[in-house]
């Protein structure tokens, strides 16, 4: 039975003024093509970004940051050792990490990329659309169907709905448990859950897969709040900033008659400008019970 949680919203709304007084650092390892949205995001939404991708200095930042980030979008060559070394350091050093398996299942390399990030650390919350977390599934012989993605996009026949979402948040419990991870599901509804609770968000617009970058955007947004909240409520409060500064932003557009690039500009500002009011005015969080 799914159910209203307004308690739980009013609780992890209040995280963001914590998260604006601690100005954590966030280390992000992503890729070329998102790293400068990612770094306003972060900035907007009250963290201290540093893009930080070569490996002789990732133990050093992983020592400083409040949580590090790793995205495989745009997996170079020289990217793999620095991911590699994070992994091994935050585990060393308890540094919370965040994963974003871009376009897992797509190919071997990321294949074998997500399992030894995975295996190296101890991963705090995974980030990904249906499609990837599907893909990691597969890859623990949680699931014997293979999803593949249409590139870094989720397939079509993974878009979560209404009517599939209590059995898609089955599956992402599952691989949760299994690797005692949280795993924060985006899409038109987001699926959270740490293989025990499990919540909804219901705020999802379609423009948001109309601009590069917003799941990017959205993992590092999570890794900011991991460096001041439990895992679980970071991924929550994360997932329901980056929804509602999109949904705000998108009426903005709607309003001024304006497209995708002007949605990118907006939701930057409405990151910015995201509180605890705006949170529990427009969240739509859900629970399982």
């Not at 992890?12 to 790293?35: A, F, G």
């Not at 970058?213 to 001041?228: D, E, N, R």
Request: hydrophobic letters at 40%; glycine letters at 6%.
């Amino acid at each position: 039975m799914i159910k209203e949680s307004n308690q739980k919203l009013e609780e992890i709304s209040t995280i963001i003024d914590k998260l604006r007084d601690k100005c954590p650092l966030t280390h992000c390892i992503t890729n070329y093509v998102t790293i400068n949205d990612c770094a306003n995001a972060v900035l907007a939404i009250g963290g201290s970004p540093a893009m930080a991708n070569e490996e002789p200095e990732i133990a050093e930042f992983v020592n400083l940051a409040g949580a590090t980030i790793i995205n495989l979008g745009n997996l170079l060559e020289n990217q793999i050792g620095a991911m590699k070394k994070a992994a091994i350091e935050t585990k060393n050093t308890g540094t919370p990490l965040v994963l974003d398996p871009v376009a897992v299942g797509v190919s071997q390399l990321r294949n074998e990329m997500t399992k030894e990030v995975i295996n190296l650390s101890n991963i705090d919350i995974i980030r990904g659309n249906m499609s990837e977390i599907k893909s990691i599934a597969n890859l623990y012989s949680i699931l014997d169907e293979t999803s593949v993605a249409k590139g870094v996009d989720v397939a079509e026949s993974d878009i979560i709905t209404i009517d599939n979402v209590e059995n898609n948040a089955e599956l992402v419990a599952q691989v949760a448990k299994k690797l005692d991870t949280t795993i924060a599901v985006s899409g038109k509804i987001d699926i959270i859950t740490n293989g025990e609770s499990i919540y909804y968000i219901d705020n999802g617009e379609e423009i948001m897969s109309k601009i590069t970058g917003s799941g990017c955007m959205l993992s590092c947004v999570i890794g900011a709040f991991s460096a001041i909240a439990e895992p679980l409520d970071a991924a929550i409060i994360g997932s329901l900033s980056m929804a509602v500064a999109g949904e705000l932003a998108y009426k903005t557009c709607l309003r001024n008659k304006q497209g995708s690039g002007s949605f990118r500009t907006y939701l930057i500002d409405e990151l910015y400008n995201m509180n605890d009011k705006k949170i529990i005015k427009y969240g739509k969080l859900y629970e399982n019970i």
